[in-house]
């Protein structure tokens, strides 16, 4: 007979928990899950039952977790954390040259430079195998959160991120996100303020996106209206072509359009104020005493120190 640890900890109930009470919503997390939803009220049910109090409860159609529902949650991070952290002690005892390193990669960001990267590691280092997941903000988190990427390259800062303490970061470039247009009579303005982008139509990032939000965040200080998207893209690239095939506005980082080939009637501004972020690792704090995550960023800093990222992505554009 099982005891009850065993019932709790079993297969995949808290992960079933852990999805619920991320979406709180019994259609949405069954989807995710890949099971039906009666599948997962059962083992909900079930959870709550060997628990002896009501996890979730409901106000209207929303749901809402209990105080027990709380208590289970905080008990379920707790003890990912402790596996989290025992994963790690075992996994600095092995080689640094040896191994498997998943990182995330925000879906939006240029991956010239990286995918570079990956061909000299490779070269140098035929023992570490890199594995590159192009993922949304949210999946980067809960990834990081599982340990199921070593390393995310995202944008900072991300004020939607609360709890930063369990993470490190470590910079890779800073960046400027340009007003990218093509009307002639603001051709020779180097500086743009909000408030004479908006007559246009725009092409965006999707919502949630962080430079999306950025962008939000930044009209929104400026008290400007937020221009009007007719379309979104989640590549830089993607958005630069329709851009230029629709006369459509839309703002990119610096460092993707630098090297880019003389754009006929396409121009680019600093918006005024300027919108600044940083593209950085970031990673679990400890993750960096691994042998195989250290000499990884080393040989990064290494390759950089060579020629900087920006050196880097114009040789990568002009071969």
Same mark, same amino acid.
């Given at each position: 007979?099982?005891?009850?640890?065993?019932s709790?900890?079993?297969s995949?109930t808290?992960?079933?928990?852990l999805q619920l009470?991320?979406t709180?919503?019994?259609?949405?997390a069954?989807?995710?899950?890949g099971?039906t939803?009666?599948a997962?009220?059962?083992?909900i049910?079930?959870?709550?039952?060997?628990?002896?109090?009501?996890?979730?409860y409901s106000?209207g159609k929303?749901?809402?977790?209990s105080?027990?529902?709380y208590?289970m949650?905080n008990?379920?991070h707790?003890?990912?954390?402790i596996?989290?952290?025992?994963?790690?002690?075992i996994q600095?005892a092995?080689?640094?040259t040896q191994g498997?390193?998943?990182i995330g990669?925000?879906a939006s960001?240029e991956d010239?430079v990286f995918e570079?990267f990956a061909?000299?590691?490779?070269?140098?280092?035929?023992?570490?195998?890199?594995?590159f997941h192009?993922?949304?903000?949210k999946?980067?988190?809960?990834q990081?959160?599982?340990?199921?990427i070593?390393?995310a390259i995202?944008?900072?800062p991300?004020?939607s991120?609360?709890?930063?303490?369990?993470?490190?970061?470590?910079?890779?470039?800073? /960046?400027?996100? &340009?007003y990218?247009?093509h009307?002639?009579?603001?051709? +020779?303005?180097? %500086?743009?303020?909000?408030?004479?982008t908006?007559?246009?139509?725009?092409?965006m990032?999707?919502?949630?996106?962080?430079?999306?939000q950025?962008?939000?965040?930044a009209?929104?200080?400026?008290?400007?209206?937020?221009?009007?998207?007719?379309?979104?893209?989640?590549?830089?690239?993607q958005?630069?072509?329709f851009?230029?095939?629709?006369?459509?506005?839309?703002?990119l980082?610096?460092?993707?359009?630098?090297g880019q080939?003389?754009?006929?009637?396409?121009w680019?501004?600093?918006f005024?104020?300027?919108?600044r972020?940083?593209l950085?690792f970031?990673f679990r704090?400890?993750?960096?005493?691994?042998?195989?995550i250290?000499?990884?960023l080393a040989?990064? /800093?290494?390759? &950089?120190?060579t020629d900087?990222?920006?050196?880097?992505? +114009?040789?990568l %554009?002009?071969?």
């Open positions: 007979m099982k005891t009850k640890q065993e709790i900890f079993s995949k808290l992960t079933y928990f009470a991320e709180m919503n019994y259609t949405q069954a989807q995710i899950l099971i939803q009666p997962l009220t059962q083992q049910k079930k959870l709550e039952r060997t628990v002896g109090a009501p996890l979730f106000v929303k749901l809402r977790l105080d027990a529902g208590t949650l008990a379920t707790e003890i990912y954390g596996l989290n952290q025992a994963t790690d002690q600095q092995t080689s640094a498997e390193i998943n990669l925000l960001i010239a570079d061909i000299m590691s490779y070269q140098n280092n035929p023992g570490i195998r890199i594995s192009m993922l949304t903000r999946e980067i988190w809960e990081l959160e599982n340990n199921r070593d390393l995202m944008y900072l991300d004020d991120i609360k709890n930063w303490k369990p993470y490190d970061s470590k910079k890779i470039i800073s /960046d400027d996100l &340009l990218i247009h009307d002639e009579q603001l051709a +020779k303005k180097r %500086r743009i303020k909000f408030q004479d908006t007559n246009g139509p725009w092409v990032y999707p919502e949630g996106y962080y430079l999306n950025t962008l939000h965040e009209y929104k200080n400026q008290l400007a209206d937020f221009p009007k998207s007719v379309d979104n893209f989640t590549t830089p690239l958005l630069l072509h851009s230029m095939q629709t006369q459509a506005a839309t703002a980082p610096n460092s993707f359009m630098i080939d003389e754009l006929p009637d396409t680019t501004a600093h005024d104020p300027n919108i972020f940083d950085a970031v704090k400890g993750k960096a005493e691994i042998p195989r250290s000499h990884f040989q990064f /800093d290494r390759y &950089l120190h900087d990222y920006i050196s880097r992505l +114009k040789q %554009r002009n071969n």
